[in-house]
């Protein structure tokens, strides 16, 4: 097989792996100012999406412009989520350079989608194609790619430790190639209940000293576990976003969650915010968490929200995932102030943050990657690619880390 990396490599976002010039896996954006998108829009046979983050789904509808009408494979999480991220595109950038694609060609993909379960092999392109489950959100697949004479593993985005909302991975087929995400490659996350342990104890805190917790997530995957860890310790809490349509279809999905009914009583735990009549300016002084989008401060009701609550020290902003250079998320943390609303804004709340990753960290990823000892190693979706190949090299494996628009043969 040639492998084309069109995005995704030596770097996270805008993700595109092509094979053969035929199958195309993800196609996502990187998002930036301006956002950047794969270094070309193949015309391939058909199409294989790992999950819904925008970084591997947001330039999917640009695939069915023109006469193209490439099959579009997912699991049903996913599809709904592209559709989600892909209409919320539109209504923030339609009809600019920002927004590759029109209404027409999101309309498109609804009629080339077809869905695939965990462990149920299709065809697709020539391909032999199966998923597995990836562990990182619902609906997050590991992909193998068969042509007969070799099985090429494309690890999509994973985690290995479970979470409230999925469980880690466990699958681990065998392979001839793998292409691995390197996102935490050189990251030791804290155990999970340590960092969760820590989060409830803070926001108990300021809640019984009478202040509001701002609790800025990402609307998919992170924002459904936020409140399931309101919903187990009794958190009163707010949901407002996006975040609130992707809890409400992930309820249609039961099998793609560790535990759907914990997920439905963090639903009906947490009150969803209609942001009618003045409703988010009042709730800042209910004393409770409020989990909104958006999760780097770069948009949504955290605009509002956050202004709120600033100048009031006994209040907290907790961050809850990773916050990219030169986002208002990473300069709140950074310098106590923020951009928000094209004004910079000093806070005086308490700011904290908290590795809530769905991603594998280095343990993970040598953990998963000691499956495949023997087993040529690609590494892409990472910013120190290299780093890693190079530790991989050091341990014994065949592992290369190529540069976007480089293409390599498994």
Known sequence: MDVQFLGGAGEIGRSAVLIDESLLLDFGMLTDSPPQFPVR????DAVVVSHGHLDHVGNIPALVSGDARPPIHWTPPTYELAMTLARDTLKLHGGTVNCPFTETNVRRVTQVSETHGYRESFEAAGYEVTFYNAGHIPGSAHVLVDDGDTRLL????FHTDDQRLVSGTTARPGADAIICESTYSDVEHEPRTTVEERFVESVETTLWEGGTVVVPAFAIGR??????ICEAHDIPCYVDGMGKRVTEM???YPEFVRDADALQRAKSHARFVTGKD????RITDQKAAIVTTSGMLSGGPA???IPEIRANPMNKITMTGYQV?????RDLLETGSAEIDGRIMPVSARIEQYDFSAHADRDGLLEYLDSYRDTPVVVNHGDRCGAFADTLRENGYDATAPE?????TV
């Open 303 to 305: 605009m509002t929200y």
């Open 41 to 44: 829009t193949p015309s391939p």
């Open 223 to 228: 924002t459904q576990e936020m409140l399931l």
């Open 278 to 281: 003045g409703q988010r300016k």
């Open 404 to 408: 976007v628009g480089a293409t390599v």
């Open 250 to 252: 992930l309820g249609q």
């Open 325 to 329: 250079q030169g986002t208002p998320g």
């Open 154 to 157: 494309y690890t999509g985005d």
